[in-house]
């Protein structure tokens, strides 16, 4: 994400979306990245958070990471999925996806 400038940044935050029977599933961690100049990054923060995957309801969840503030152009969110579906899951062994709902930077 391009913020257009440099901006001071001390909160970030994604919101994903489980809904497990569709092969949705929260991320195992998502890790936040800021940089100055789009090449060199630095991490801010690691967010991790899951449910079951035997909860078959639909969830949102936010990942959240809060930090002393930096100064940053440009940040990186990398959300890192479950793989393909494990065992005990009606559909084990298929692709999980990840749903993304929004990115918040403060």
């Known amino acids: 994400i391009d913020l257009g400038e440099m901006k001071t940044v001390r909160h970030l935050e994604s919101a994903y979306y489980q809904l497990a029977a569709w092969h949705r599933l ?31 309801d639909a969830f949102q969840r936010d990942y959240i990471v809060d930090f002393d503030p930096k100064i940053a152009r440009y940040v990186r969110v990398k959300a890192q999925n479950v793989g393909n579906l494990p065992a005990g899951h009606p559909s084990a062994g298929q692709p999980a996806n990840v749903v993304i709902d929004e990115i918040v930077v403060e």
């Open 26 to 56: 929260l991320p195992v961690k998502v890790e936040y990245f800021l940089s100055s100049d789009g090449n060199n990054w630095e991490l801010a923060g690691i967010a991790d958070k899951n449910l079951p995957i035997d909860q078959y």
